[in-house]
């Protein structure tokens, strides 16, 4: 009978390697041995990882580039007199992107003593340019000046109110063309720009110069030009005020005017 106290060797792992071992010290080995190095004492190392590849970044989508603005229509051949342009001033739809309502025309003599040009007409104008606090402080500046309301000519760049237009865009699209022809049939004696940011669409590049634009040239007519800043920030700028009766001054002093 067998005894359950004993076990078979071949069930027990540890038995079995014991056995092994026994069998290798009867013959006489007592060491292992291999063709390869080892370092026993160093350090154990962390198992090397497969370095990651290297992802190639991928361009980026690029959107197209935005259609190019639509071209005023007429501005290549624009209307021959002052009383021509007012119409299709009011009329042309390509001028505001077809919006016709709420236009302010030009108001003034051809040929005045000055011409006034400000960036569109203020929100509260309905038949008449600068109906509002600008137009206000506009006519306080001229009496000022010794000019009457009626002594200067006053034109806007845009023909309805528009906050924060594209400059860039709109003088792509022609509107510089047909302001530095409104200037040429109004014909005035000399040139008052209240917005520096207006200059470009006068033919001023003020990437080339940071001199400011003093002389308006256009069709072989020359009208002296002074340009300050906006109505509505010299309305809440008393030194502004004060800025632009020195301009006035130093410039009718030089013969300017």
């Known amino acids: 009978m067998n005894n359950?106290?004993?076990t078979?060797?071949?069930s027990d792992p540890r038995m079995a390697l014991a056995a092994v071992l026994d069998w290798w010290r009867e013959a006489g080995v007592d060491h292992a041995f291999g063709d390869e190095p080892r370092a026993w004492l160093a350090e154990e190392q962390a198992p090397e990882t497969e370095t990651p590849r290297a992802v190639t970044a991928q361009p980026a989508f690029a959107p197209p580039p935005p259609p190019p603005a639509e071209r005023i229509a007429g501005v290549d051949a624009l209307p021959a007199t002052l009383a021509e342009f007012r119409a299709w001033w009011l009329t042309e739809p390509s001028l505001d992107s077809g919006q016709v309502a709420n236009r302010v025309p030009p108001r003034g003599a051809e040929g005045a003593a000055l011409m006034v040009l400000v960036d569109h007409p203020e929100a509260e104008d309905g038949e008449q340019l600068l109906s509002g606090p600008q137009g206000r402080l506009l006519n306080a500046m001229l009496a000022a000046m010794g000019l009457g309301p009626d002594a200067a000519y006053v034109a806007?760049?845009?023909?309805?109110?528009m906050p924060l237009p594209d400059w860039a865009a709109l003088d792509a699209a022609g509107l510089g063309q047909?302001?530095?022809?409104?200037v040429a049939l109004a014909r005035p004696e000399r040139l008052l720009v209240f917005g520096r940011h207006i200059l470009p669409l006068l033919g001023h590049d003020p990437t080339k110069t940071a001199e400011p634009l003093r002389r308006f040239n256009h069709e072989g007519r020359t009208i002296p030009l002074l340009s300050v800043a906006g109505l509505a920030v010299l309305a809440t700028k008393p030194r502004g005020k004060a800025a632009l009766?020195?301009?006035?001054l130093d410039w009718t002093e030089q013969g300017s005017v």
Do not use: I, K, T, Y
């Not at 009766?245 to 006035?248: G, K, V």
């Open 8 to 10: 078979d060797p071949a």
């Open 245 to 248: 009766w020195q301009a006035w």
């Open 178 to 182: 047909a302001v530095r022809h409104h």
């Open 4 to 6: 359950p106290a004993q």
């Open 156 to 161: 806007s760049c845009l023909p309805r109110h």
